[in-house]
């Protein structure tokens, strides 16, 4: 599936936001999905470190999982940390293709 510009700078927004903590922006723009900010804050403090913004290239990292009939898709991006660059630590993004709308479907290590 093929995912629209404007959607991709929207994927970058909400992890941008994630990133800064920025829990009332993520919730603002009912981007929470079926996670709780409780759980998205313990898994960022397990994880540690110093999250950044996502660099602009950060969509060449995503994994994109089509879901049956077209719906949308399961699209995965690594989070990004000042020490280690590129991190392990995982946002699964869900992509509904009829209201072109996105949303926090998990936070991992995979």
Do not use: H
Not at 85 to 94: A, C, N, Q, R
Request: glycine share 6%.
């Amino acid at each position: 599936m093929t995912i629209p510009n404007k959607t991709i700078d929207e994927i970058r927004e909400l992890i941008a936001a994630l990133s800064t903590w920025d829990f009332s922006t993520i919730a603002q723009k009912n981007w929470q999905g079926r996670t709780v900010t409780a759980d998205l804050e313990r898994v960022m403090l397990e994880y540690g470190g110093t999250f950044t913004p996502p660099p602009n290239n950060f969509f060449d990292y995503a994994e994109c999982y089509d879901l049956e009939g077209g719906a949308g898709c399961l699209i995965e991006v690594p989070l990004w940390t000042i020490e280690a660059g590129k991190s392990d630590l995982v946002i699964t993004i869900d992509f509904d293709n009829t209201s072109k709308s996105v949303c926090i479907n998990d936070l991992r290590v995979p």
